[in-house]
DNA sequence: AAGGTCGGTTGCTTTACGCAACTCACACCG
DNA sequence: CGGTGTGAGTTGCGTAAAGCAACCGACCTT
């Protein structure tokens, strides 16, 4: 490829996300570091990722500010990778991701997600920070909205 | 790179979802289709994609039910694309993208999501689907757990 | 007939990824 | 004190995926 794009014309900030998350493994080696895994070599045997290619999501994830390293022994000096503040907030992010692919996809492995407030196996429903009503996309308008869009509707009208 | 690797050993449908939405241009087309954007180069003058990308990640989309193509004219012969039910459930993690990216991104670009129900501008909170309670990392059990993760554990149990 | 629209395809170039091998500093084992 | 193991990467090589620009074919408008 050339020079892996830039999408910051976007404005938006599902583009700056996707800017971090956006490739085949960054999300996977979050969701390892939610597992509980940390270390170099356990995200490599469990995910079978090149190692070239893991040294630089997890620098990556660093530079973002997703995972910060923690030295957990001084000789020879070795550090482990745990989540940031901002890190944290990505579970909701893979909390969404695990309910699609629950719906849509499968695996041989099924794994259960189990709420132990109330005790059921379970999955994430969005709802509104406000009201606390589940959102939908009938019941949200987003503003303001894409240029193109607007001047596809303009042209429809007249038509 | 050498082809594409596969990352279905994982076993994970979080894995197999990445599968599908884990590059820098598929999720922003999927978020302009929910902003009401059909036609190839609608895509093309908001994403700034080049076509041929843009023409692969529509076609990918199509084989894995996100997408439809709908005729909209016979003479010449034009298609406009569509969410299917499937793509439609991309919404919710669309919104979570969102939350994530408007709490820790910024953008020149400020886009509000309003709830209509209750009129205020607000964002997703994952509640479980059976009880209705704010889920969270802390709340919540994964099973079964990595064997990275169960190696780990004993090794360092038996120290 | 000249130019515009729409939805792509083709060709060329570059780079990011996959793979395997190597490194370096230490620790443990006999 | 030599050999093996662990941990966290780095280096080198080959290839395919992505960027860019140009082109295409069927139609429509001026």
Known sequence: MPAKKSIE???CVVASTIDIIGDRWTLLIVRDVF?????FDDFQRDLQISRNVLADRLQQ???HGILKTVPYQDNPPRHEYRLTDKGRDLFDLLLAVWRFGDKWEHSNVERVVIHEDCGHATHMIPACAHCGAELTRHN??????????????????TQ
Not at 35 to 39: A, D, E, I, L, T
Not at 146 to 154: C, G, N, S, T
């Open 9 to 11: 014309h976007l404005d």
């Open 140 to 157: 949200l308008r987003v503003e303001p909205q894409l240029d193109v869009v607007l001047d596809r509707q303009r042209q429809e009208a």
């Open 61 to 63: 994830l660093v530079t």
């Open 35 to 39: 597992f509980g895994v940390r270390r």
